[in-house]
């Protein structure tokens, strides 16, 4: 059972340019819409770029739930509140999720998605050291940033991970600190971000321009996963960046970035 909408809630957003056409990037399972911001300010010059974090992410609000359709839907409030109807979207992970429901359940307002590294199906469990590593530390706020960096490292030997975590870090005006995330609520929704985005009520699929990227060492996008992916988005192309893994945009950002510019604002060989 889905639950209920969160409504007339606004994400916390980052706003790059001022053009008429809108392009909206949509970070992963606990990123920040600052993760993207050397794309936002690629795309700047030539459109206006909105970078939200979702919800239980960042400085965006904490709420029970973390369906795909709840998340679509503080999507599409956020717009509303901004007075932007239709737009194009780049989502990564869990964000590519996000992006991939936002056009099935708002399918007039979605004029070309890009999906990296991720594709519309469920996936196994693979978070648990993280999520625990999160739970051990979080009754510390007696922990600055180097202490909770060295819990962190203890549990995960990541130090990439662990810097990624750390942005959601803050001191308050008390001198404690805190998170910036909703951990119980991510992790009671957990089952739900593994889940696949859902087709709406007379909207099975979406026939609007589509481009997958996928890092060509990362195996979230498989040849099995092709399949569920042209059932939902008929038009799509598949392409693999070299050399990348998962966090591809960040990896080969001079391969990323002009494929998602290109594609982005129409400049593509598919346009």
Known sequence: MIPSRVVNQS??????GDAEHTVV?????????????AIARALAGQCRVIVPDLRNHGRSFRAAGM?????????????????????????????GKVAMQFA???P?????LLVADIAPVIYPPHHA?????LRAVADRPDADRRETAR????????????????MHRERLPDGAWAWRLGREHIEAGYGDIL??????????????PVLFLRGERSEYVQPVHVGPIQALFPTARIESVPAAGHWLHAERPEIFIPLARNFLLGDDASA
């Not at 994400?11 to 790059?16: C, E, G, K, S, V």
């Not at 962190?152 to 810097?163: I, K």
């Open 67 to 95: 369906s795909y359709p709840e998340l679509a839907d503080d999507l599409a409030s956020t717009l509303d509140a901004a007075g932007i109807g239709s737009v194009s979207l780049l989502g990564h992970s869990m964000g």
């Open 104 to 106: 099935l359940s708002y």
């Open 11 to 16: 994400l916390h957003t980052q706003i790059f």
């Open 108 to 112: 007039a307002r979605c004029t070309r």
């Open 129 to 133: 050291a993280v999520l625990a590593a």
């Open 25 to 37: 990037l949509l970070h992963g399972l606990l990123g920040l819409g600052s993760n993207l911001g």
């Open 151 to 166: 819990l962190l490292e203890e549990r995960l030997h990541d130090p990439a991970l662990v810097g990624l975590l750390l």
């Open 195 to 208: 889940a696949a985005p859902q087709p709406s009520p007379g909207h099975l699929r979406w026939e609007g």
